[in-house]
């Protein structure tokens, strides 16, 4: 099986989860792309998505998926979505596509959290990936500075803006030994919007993606 194969069947096995009647949650990414294909096969029985980008809002948009401002949503009972980075303890490093600030908000909101991924994003220890940080333009060197201190290396994502109008820090070498703690640190600097990790809100459900098949993890 390619990589490919294993993440879109990890996304179809998702689709077991999305109840009839609700708002999903959806991420962005690859591996939640073939996620968006799938969901397009129930659209007439779900009520519509929240989306966590313009892009996976536009893909859709384009397959009849009805698209809700989260503003005026008061639940939504999955939220499905991939991860750069996972663990056993479901902490993630998120934000490869530069969708960090948007996937965190709706996992916020979301009663369920599941993570589609192939097996090669599990991995024992969080950092290998650097960590992504979306940063005010303005705080950009400011930020760099403290994210030094803090042990890391970061390094100006160039030419990417995100769909808040910021930039992205990757954030390379850190030790994420305590994925709670440094995920509060960072985001108590001011200028930060938000970063990568996702231990506070973790994932629920892991849908992994295996030569075997889908696995689920809870
Ligand atoms: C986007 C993300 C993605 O979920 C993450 O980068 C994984 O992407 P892919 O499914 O393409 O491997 O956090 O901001």
Redo the contacts with the bound molecule.
């Keep these: 099986m390619t990589q490919d194969e294993m993440?879109k069947s990890a996304a179809v096995k998702a689709l077991e989860f999305v109840k009839d009647d609700t708002i999903v949650g959806v991420?962005?990414?690859?591996?939640?792309?073939y996620f968006i294909d799938a969901l397009a096969t129930k659209k007439d029985r779900i009520s519509g998505a929240v989306s966590?980008?313009e892009e996976s809002t536009k893909r859709l948009m384009a397959l009849g998926i009805e698209v809700f401002d989260l503003n005026n949503i008061d639940a939504i009972d999955v939220y499905v979505?991939?991860?750069?980075e996972i663990t056993e303890h479901m902490h993630m490093i998120?934000?490869?596509?530069?969708?960090?600030t948007r996937?965190k908000i709706v996992a916020a909101v979301a009663k369920t959290f599941i993570c589609?991924?192939?097996e090669s994003?599990q991995v024992p220890m969080l950092g290998k990936f650097p960590l992504?940080v979306e940063v005010i333009p303005m705080a950009r060197s400011y930020i760099a500075r403290e994210l030094v201190k803090l042990g890391g290396d970061p390094v100006y994502r160039q030419g990417v803006v995100t769909d808040n109008g910021n930039v992205i820090l990757d954030v390379h070498n850190l030790d994420i030994i305590n994925p709670k703690q440094l995920e509060s640190d960072i985001n108590a600097l001011v200028g930060v919007v938000t970063n990568?990790l996702f231990a506070h809100r973790c994932a629920d459900i892991l849908i992994l993606g295996t030569a075997l098949g889908p696995k689920i993890i809870k």
């Design positions: 993440k991420g962005t990414g690859s591996t939640v792309n966590s980008s979505d991939g991860a750069d998120k934000g490869g596509g530069a969708a960090l996937e589609i991924a192939d994003k992504p990568g």
